[in-house]
């Protein structure tokens, strides 16, 4: 079992960055694959970027390629992503989630999610 702790959500402005972090407690972290994926009202919940266990190789959706970064500190069993030059359709509800499985750019092989973290970006 493995618990995840999202936080650094927020109200920004279009243009701003914000830092997610996703702290893992239970299993051992550093064998996942990490994952962070967003919905917004009325939306399904879609890939944002992923992250291989042993951090050697990143995945993003195009939406964001440029402009966000995952990365991972095994040794505080932590998750980040670097938001910047946010855009009003970045606005939803951000979860950090954990597999063993690939592939890891989809939602269907994550078991271990976050509760979310909320992002807003005003126009």
């Known amino acids: 079992q493995v618990q995840l702790v999202e936080s650094g959500g927020g109200l920004v402005q279009a243009g701003g960055s914000l830092r997610l972090s996703c702290v893992a407690s239970?299993?051992?972290?550093?064998?996942?694959?990490m994952g962070w994926f967003r919905q917004a009202p009325g939306k399904e919940r879609e890939f944002v970027a992923a992250?291989?266990?042993?951090?050697?190789?990143?995945y993003y959706a195009d939406s964001v390629k440029g402009r966000f970064t995952i990365s991972r500190d095994d040794a505080k069993n932590t998750v980040y992503l670097q938001m910047n030059s946010l855009k009003p359709e970045d606005t939803a509800v951000y979860y950090c989630?954990?597999?063993?499985?690939?592939?890891?750019?989809?939602?269907?092989?994550?078991?271990?999610w976050g509760q979310g973290t909320q992002v807003t970006v005003s126009s």
């Open positions: 992250i291989r266990w042993s951090g050697d190789a990143s």
């Open positions: 989630a954990a597999t063993l499985e690939p592939p890891i750019t989809t939602r269907y092989s994550y078991h271990y």
């Open positions: 239970g299993r051992t972290f550093s064998v996942y694959a």
